[in-house]
């Protein structure tokens, strides 16, 4: 069974950093692509920023280059998404996915809030 659990999101002031976690189970870890997604009210689902099998090959939404950092410890099962210079558009709930065999699968999201 494949679960995903994401953590770490909170409240935070602006130019504030927060670290996201998603931990797995129930699939080859290693054999997959990674990816973080985020929603923010009344907006659709979008993708935030996805790594390789084994890390190598990351990419990123324009709006968060240069301030978000994905990566994965292959050895944890875990994907990370390390996040600096957060600014109120950022606020969103953060989603973890892994699309495996033509399905997508979703933790339950975290909630990440950028105010002053």
């Known amino acids: 069974q494949v679960q995903l659990v994401e953590s770490g999101g909170g409240l935070v002031q602006p130019g504030g950093s927060l670290r996201l976690s998603c931990a797995t189970s129930?699939?080859?870890?290693?054999?997959?692509?990674l990816s973080w997604y985020r929603q923010a009210p009344g907006k659709e689902r979008e993708l935030v920023a996805i790594?390789?099998?084994?890390?190598?090959?990351?990419n990123y939404a324009d709006s968060v280059k240069g301030r978000f950092t994905i990566s994965r410890d292959n050895a944890k099962n875990t994907v990370y998404l390390q996040m600096n210079s957060l600014k109120p558009e950022d606020t969103a709930v953060y989603y973890c996915?892994?699309?495996?065999?033509?399905?997508?699968?979703w933790g339950q999201g975290t909630q990440v809030t950028v105010s002053s």
């Open positions: 996915n892994a699309h495996i065999v033509a399905t997508d699968y």
């Open positions: 790594i390789s099998r084994i890390g190598r090959s990351t």
């Open positions: 129930g699939f080859s870890f290693s054999n997959y692509a």
